[in-house]
C-alpha cells in the first residue's frame, strides 16, 4: 500500500511506475523521510542490539580499513569517524569522465550515538572484519540479570 512514506502507491494506471521513479530519480526530495532512522547517504551505517551481557554496535563501513576509523566513546556517547577517499582507480577514471550518478561520498565523516546507562566501558572492545566494526560494550556486573534459585521450604 505504502510505497515510502511520502505517498500512497496507486495502481490504477498500470505502467507508469518508471515515470514517478524517473521523476524521483532526477530531481529527489532531500529531506524525504524513508524507513530508515538517519537521513539517506549518512555514512556509516549503524545497527545497535543488546544482549543480557552486553551492548553491540555494529558498523558497517565497506571499503575502508581499520586504520580508516575513529572509534571513541565519552559521556555515554559513541562517535564514530574517519576519511573515506577514491581509490587510486576510481581517482583515474574519474578524471576521464563526467558522472551520471554519483551516490558513494567522500571526505570526512562522523556519526554520534547515545549509548544506556551502566555499561563498563573500560572493557570495551571493537573487531574489524569483512567492512564491519563490532563494538562490544560489557554491562556492569552489578547490572546484569541475575537467577534467583526458589527454595523449597
Known amino acids: 500500500m505504502f510505497g515510502d512514506l511520502r505517498r500512497f502507491d496507486t495502481d490504477w494506471a498500470p505502467g507508469t511506475d518508471w515515470f514517478r521513479r524517473f521523476f524521483?530519480?532526477?530531481w529527489p526530495d532531500p529531506g524525504a523521510a524513508d524507513i530508515r532512522s538517519v537521513p539517506r547517504g549518512s555514512f556509516p551505517m549503524i545497527?545497535?542490539?543488546r544482549t543480557d551481557d552486553a551492548v553491540r554496535v555494529y558498523v558497517f563501513a565497506p571499503g575502508l580499513t581499520p586504520e580508516a576509523l575513529d572509534i571513541s566513546l565519552q559521556d555515554n556517547v559513541l562517535t564514530v569517524g574517519?576519511?573515506?577517499s577514491e581509490t587510486a582507480a576510481e581517482d583515474e577514471a574519474s578524471a576521464q569522465r563526467s558522472h551520471f550518478r554519483r551516490e558513494r561520498q567522500q571526505g570526512a565523516f562522523s556519526?554520534?550515538?547515545a549509548l544506556p546507562e551502566g555499561l563498563d566501558v573500560e572493557r570495551a572492545e571493537a573487531r574489524f572484519h569483512n567492512g564491519v566494526c563490532e563494538v562490544v560494550l560489557p554491562k556492569r556486573e552489578e547490572l546484569k540479570p541475575r537467577r534467583i534459585e526458589?527454595?523449597?521450604s
Do not use: H, P, Y
Request: hydrophobic share 35%; net charge positive; no cysteine.
Open 111 to 113: 556519526r554520534s550515538l
Open 82 to 84: 574517519g576519511q573515506r
Open 47 to 49: 545497527n545497535v542490539g
Open 150 to 152: 526458589i527454595k523449597a
Open 24 to 26: 524521483d530519480e532526477m
